[in-house]
């Protein structure tokens, strides 16, 4: 007993330190995006000093009315957006590979990503509501719709006794064969305007981005962070196994649907203003992990915050790469993550998750 009580003070040190350690990373992270959005801001066709973009960010009414509406109405909504899908993506892949106990899980690997693709392109082609009574929204509302259906066709899969999680890796990536072709069956019959926009928005591109669509997948990530924040123990407690969450009172199938619900809202909005962007939902979840662990309250504002970092800085590819243009950010982020998931397939073939 008084070997236990003189190593409690030892453990609680050790426990504080880490906990400061995750900290100074979180905030680490936090530094890195608002240095890569300002940098994000000061690229383009013209490009402005570093110091003359925080100039106009912090004392807008002392530049010219040239910069400022450069920088404010069509910079800044790019780069704000670029944080907010790539937060809302990584995360979305965060909760998927926590629920269903598989790294190789992300909206874009699973399906979800190409069931939005096609629920917007049939708004965009067809004219098609999936909600008729909201027929002004019904491009975020149909990717909505079509990767609900996409989620509850795999929660329904990952129910059945027998499935493993290989299993369902593998409906996932029949699921975006599937949506890919029916997505290519619309661009064959589209008008030329409508397959233009449809060719142009599945490359994924934040060159449209506006204040209204920050707003929106703002308001998404703020209602879903909190809910996902309230089930932080649970969901730490499912990666121990499906057992042993149930066993410590986890409602494992209705955490399960929550999530789902959650993660296609996740993917569904960003990809109906943005396009596809594949690959977020994957790395940005296992850099957040390999930097500060499983534990659910740190690990949640790291992946937002790792998606975030890796997405703005992606914009910043985009604009550099090529001067004086603009690239399309999905095909960044697809050349970058092939790379990473194939690394990533070999490394779970040598050594367990």
Not at 67 to 95: C, F
Not at 265 to 277: E, M, N, Q
């Amino acid at each position: 007993m008084a070997s236990i009580a003189n190593d409690a003070p030892q453990h609680a040190g050790t426990y504080r330190g880490l906990v400061a350690r995750r900290l100074m990373v979180l905030v680490g992270l936090g530094v890195l995006l608002l240095l890569s959005v300002a940098v994000d801001v000061s690229l383009g066709p013209a490009r402005y000093a570093l110091p003359d973009v925080l100039k106009t960010l912090v004392a807008p009414n002392t530049v010219d009315l040239q910069m400022r509406v450069v920088v404010w109405d069509i910079r800044m909504p790019m780069a704000i957006l670029a944080v907010t899908v790539g937060a809302s993506l990584s995360l979305a892949g965060a909760q998927m590979q926590t629920i269903l106990a598989n790294p190789l899980a992300s909206p874009f690997t699973l399906g979800l990503s190409a069931a939005a693709s096609f629920g917007a392109a049939l708004a965009m082609v067809l004219g098609v509501a999936l909600f008729p009574a909201a027929v002004g929204l019904m491009v975020p509302i149909n990717a909505f719709a079509a990767a609900m259906i996409a989620s509850l066709l795999i929660f329904g899969l990952s129910t059945m006794r027998g499935v493993t999680v290989e299993t369902i890796v593998l409906l996932g990536i029949a699921l975006v064969f599937t949506f890919n072709a029916a997505l290519a069956l619309l661009q064959y019959f589209a008008s030329e305007q409508a397959l233009a926009a449809v060719v142009f928005w599945t490359m994924g591109s934040l060159t449209k981005a506006t204040w209204g669509k920050v707003a929106i997948t703002a308001a998404i990530l703020a209602i879903c962070t909190p809910l996902f924040a309230r089930r932080a123990w649970a969901l730490t407690a499912i990666r121990l196994g499906e057992t042993r969450a149930a066993a410590m009172g986890v409602p494992v199938k209705r955490l399960r649907l929550e999530t789902l619900v959650l993660v296609s809202l996740l993917a569904a909005v960003p990809v109906s203003f943005v396009g596809t962007i594949g690959f977020i939902g994957i790395v940005g979840p296992h850099v957040a992990r390999l930097l500060l662990g499983e534990d659910q309250r740190f690990f949640l504002p790291g992946a937002m915050l790792s998606g975030a970092v890796i997405l703005s800085a992606t914009s910043v590819l985009s604009k550099a790469l090529l001067p004086g243009a603009v690239l399309p950010i999905g095909i960044i982020t697809a050349l970058v993550g092939v790379p990473f998931f194939m690394a990533l397939i070999l490394t779970k073939g040598r050594k367990a998750w």
